[in-house]
């Protein structure tokens, strides 16, 4: 029981949820009292959350500052369901010979996950079915008074089985988000102060840095000062823009032996054009290749994408709709610049799809369109089970998919001939350099627009006399 020291104030950002932590510690640093008054310790958290937001942290946060100890149960470190249900009996004999005190459970769903690999409920392994008896049968024999908290992490709440989540058991639940800009400011912030970098400040990472978990940004800094250091130069957000793709994309940076060919170059600046002209969102374009990744479009949370734009959930469907032009954006760029479409759109295509599906899933086009309606019942042996009730008739979502992926591909060819000379401004540079920063690209666009508005025809004036 070698418990790491972590504090609350480790943790950067995510105010609510310390928030709810701290009602849970001041209930296990004055357990006795709580229990006079007749007040029991809940008996079970779960936390849920992508890897990398902090949910193991945040569990020995809770102990280290109630002052507790922490027996802690990896799902993974047993070889057998003997020895994994003899090693749950032993941390609940020991916690409960310690009170107040936490059982941690690191990643659950590892231990007793309700879906098979093909995502259906309800069939799984002896081994989880017996390990799932044991954890219910020795949270169940905690007392209302016995002053144990079971803390548990899994990264998708659904995997869990219901029976493990209903009153009694693991009733509290705090769910991590990635990380919003404001927090990314402060993971960031955190971290520099840490390592003592000076003359960068936290914003500036978390605009470039959307979609990263906190345990990314850790990562981004340690590998930026590891860089500044071999390079002999200061810390800088030019070496930290060189390391966001490595950590974006778990690819080294591969140096090009020829450069750049024009159809990865056209296809970046179609997914720019489109972004640019939908919403004047200015990024960064790259076509710098990490492992097999060619290159990419990125924009910055501090240029708005929309009304609704720059946070980092509530999406309207208008705003996906405009998210699935951008991802054919790059077939589009191809066909305008270049007159032909090359086997490089995958990706983005599937992107598209995911995002259209998610469409057709909330109704937004109809409820003909739904796949099935799903019931969740859950058996007796806790697991939950879903059945379809209905299915449509899947040519018409079929079909609807085509209609959808070809008005927004249209809608994204638009723009990008609307725009095309500016596209021809980018793309010698991006040739050459291999990646253009938003500042570079701000004074272009700024360039294209001045231009263009050089070019107007100006309206004839006529003074207007009696006649």
Do not use: W
């Amino acid at each position: 029981m070698n418990q790491e020291k972590v504090y609350l104030a480790d943790i950067a950002g995510y105010q609510e949820e310390k928030e709810e932590a701290v009602k849970l510690i001041d209930v296990l640093k004055n357990y006795e009292l709580y229990r006079s008054k007749g007040a029991s310790i809940p008996k079970g958290l779960l936390l849920c959350g992508m890897p990398g937001v902090g949910k193991t942290m945040f569990a020995k946060a809770i102990s280290t500052e109630a002052g507790v100890p922490l027996y802690e149960f990896e799902a993974g470190e047993s070889e057998n369901e003997e020895a994994t249900i003899l090693s749950i009996k032993e941390v609940f004999k020991k916690a409960k010979e310690t009170v107040p005190s936490i059982i941690f459970i690191d990643e659950l769903d590892e231990l007793v996950s309700s879906t098979d690999t093909a995502g259906f409920y309800g069939f799984q392994s002896d081994y989880s079915r017996k390990t799932l008896k044991s954890l219910l049968t020795e949270i169940d024999g905690i007392g209302s008074s016995d002053g144990v908290l079971v803390i548990a992490t899994t990264n998708s709440r659904n995997t869990v089985p219901p029976a493990l989540k209903r009153s009694g058991r693991l009733e509290k639940r705090i769910t991590f988000r990635a990380p919003s800009l404001e927090d990314r400011a402060a993971i960031a912030d955190l971290y520099l102060k840490k390592a003592n970098v000076q003359g960068i400040k936290g914003l500036e990472i978390a605009r470039k840095t959307k979609g990263f978990s906190g345990a990314d940004i850790k990562s981004l800094i340690n590998e930026s000062i590891i860089v500044s250091v071999r390079k002999k130069q200061n810390m800088s957000m030019r070496i930290i823009d060189e390391v966001i793709p490595t950590i974006r994309f778990g690819e080294i940076k591969k140096e090009a032996k020829e450069e750049p060919k024009d159809s990865t170059c056209f296809h970046e600046i179609g997914h720019f054009l489109v972004q640019y002209g939908l919403n004047q969102t200015i990024g960064s374009l790259s076509v710098e290749k990490y492992g097999e990744i060619l290159g990419r479009m990125e924009t910055d949370d501090y240029r708005p994408i929309s009304s609704l734009r720059g946070k980092d959930d509530d999406m309207s469907a208008e705003d996906i709709l405009e998210s699935v032009s951008v991802d054919l954006g790059g077939m589009a760029g191809e066909e305008v610049f270049l007159g032909k479409r090359f086997c490089g759109s995958s990706s983005d295509i599937s992107a598209a799809i995911t995002k259209i599906d998610m469409l057709l899933r909330n109704a937004i086009f109809g409820f003909e369109y739904l796949p099935f309606f799903e019931v969740e019942s859950q058996s007796s042996n806790g697991f939950s089970i879903n059945r379809m009730l209905n299915k449509n008739d899947p040519g018409l979502r079929g079909r609807k998919y085509v209609e959808v992926l070809t008005k927004q591909y249209q809608a994204a060819k638009k723009y990008i001939e609307d725009l095309k000379p500016l596209g021809m401004m980018i793309y010698p540079l991006l040739k050459k350099r291999k990646s253009l920063s938003s500042e570079e690209l701000t004074r272009l666009v700024d360039r294209f627009q001045k231009e263009r508005k050089e070019q107007q025809p100006v309206e004839e004036v006529h003074p207007v006399g009696n006649l």
